[in-house]
């Protein structure tokens, strides 16, 4: 199996970033910055733009490549079981305010995520192919300038 590739969409404004609560398993309650499985035939940009527009109802014009993320996932017992690359795009704030859409039950505008840190778990144990990109999406933290994943055991670490 090779790589799930993600797109995620960062939209900046005074008011924070936009982030989304999911409202589907396996990601229930998490919330994370807009974004899904990028589709055939389309680049991360497009894929964060329009999973952007889905999920929020926002309509991005220009959009960057802002970073790509690797994650390989294991078992307890270290046996690999999945690798997920999220590319995160950037977009110039649309104006307007988010409207939740699918697959989304609140979608808001604020410098951090309304949630608590994700901890680990034996849910890593139980991970299946849909619950890996979720694992690393909802630790995506936007600091200031910086974007930066949660590690599973301590503090966020920089992104590149």
């Given amino acids: ?21 999911r409202g589907r398993p396996p ?9 899904g499985r990028i589709e ?3 680049g991360p940009v497009e894929a964060a733009r329009r999973e952007l527009a ?3 109802g926002l309509v991005a014009r220009d959009g960057l490549l802002l970073a790509v993320l690797e ?4 078992d307890q017992a270290g046996a690999w079981l999945y690798d997920v690359t999220v590319q995160v795009a950037l977009f110039a704030d649309p104006g307007g305010e988010p409207i939740a859409g699918d697959g989304v ?17 034996a849910r890593l144990a139980r991970l299946e192919p849909a619950d890996a990109p979720h694992a690393i999406t909802a630790r995506i933290r ?5 974007l930066r994943v949660l590690a599973w055991d301590g503090p966020p670490g920089p992104v590149g």
């Fill in 1 to 21: 199996m090779g790589w799930t590739p993600i797109a995620l969409a960062l939209v900046r404004g005074p008011a924070g970033c936009v982030w989304i609560e």
């Fill in 27 to 35: 990601s229930v309650g998490r919330w994370a910055l807009p974004g």
């Fill in 40 to 42: 055939a035939g389309e």
């Fill in 54 to 56: 889905e999920e929020t």
């Fill in 71 to 74: 994650e390989s996932f294991e």
């Fill in 105 to 121: 039950t609140a979608a808001r505008r604020c410098a951090a995520p309304p949630a608590p840190v994700l901890e680990p778990d």
């Fill in 142 to 146: 936007v600091e200031g300038d910086d």
